[in-house]
């Protein structure tokens, strides 16, 4: 069964350093998404990517984040100038389609994430 | 605004039933998803109800009700394996909201 991959599984970093994590998408879905999930909390959205365009983004995807989808199979997360509080898990995922549209579901599939340590 | 809330924490035994409940603020005409969550791992799709009523797969089963911005998950003979987060989910805009979880531990 296809699936989504991250790498690297585990990145440390100190603070102030650009970090980039990866995500190959599954290859016939559509749309793409960043969340990060501090650890035993809520799983946060970041963006969502369509059309290589940011569809969406939430009040944590700041100046220091961004997203590209560099050729037709990986999309990456930036993170500029890492800060103590962005130590969290990050997870990849991607939709066939735009989630839901009146009945028809479009799961998320994630990857199994990135785990970074902000020193 | 785009809020969910579950439970924290619910303890069950093997072969037991459990019930977690989600709350919702009402936007839109999206239905309600669960995903599992094992400890290290990512969330899985479990189920997703479009409509109001039960949808039923094996030992899960997942209702709605939408005028009353309420679902649930139901866990039927609980197994050891069950031992996960789950957490609720809906479309709100071009992204997914995640309510906060709920742990389930199932005991011997």
């Known amino acids: 069964e296809p699936e989504v991959t991250q790498t690297p599984s585990h990145q440390v970093t100190q603070m102030g350093q650009e970090v980039i994590l990866r995500c190959v998408p599954i290859s016939n879905h559509l749309y793409f998404y960043w969340y990060r999930q501090i650890l035993g909390q809520k799983v946060e959205f970041l963006v969502s990517f369509y059309n290589n365009e940011i569809s969406e983004k939430s009040e944590i995807f700041d100046d220091q984040f961004s997203v590209e989808r560099p050729d037709g199979s990986n999309f990456t997360l930036k993170i500029r100038s890492t800060k103590l509080e962005d130590s969290a898990m990050y997870f990849c995922?991607?939709?066939?389609?735009?989630?839901?549209?009146?009945?028809?579901?479009?799961?998320?599939?994630f990857g199994n994430g990135t785990r970074l340590t902000v020193t | 605004g785009q809020s969910l809330e579950q439970p924290s924490e619910v303890t069950a035994v093997e072969g037991a039933i459990v019930q977690i409940n989600c709350t919702y603020q009402t936007s839109g005409f999206y239905g309600l998803s669960w995903y599992q969550q094992h400890d290290g791992g990512a969330p899985t799709f479990l189920s997703y109800n479009a409509l109001d009523g039960l949808e039923e797969t094996g030992r899960f089963s997942s209702f709605l009700s939408r005028s009353d911005s309420y679902g649930y998950l139901l866990l039927q003979e609980l197994q050891m394996k069950d031992s996960a987060s789950y957490f609720c989910a809906r479309k709100y805009g071009q992204n997914f909201v995640f309510g906060p979880g709920t742990r389930l531990s199932v005991l011997p």
């Open positions: 995922a991607s939709s066939e389609a735009g989630g839901e549209y009146r009945g028809y579901n479009s799961p998320l599939h």
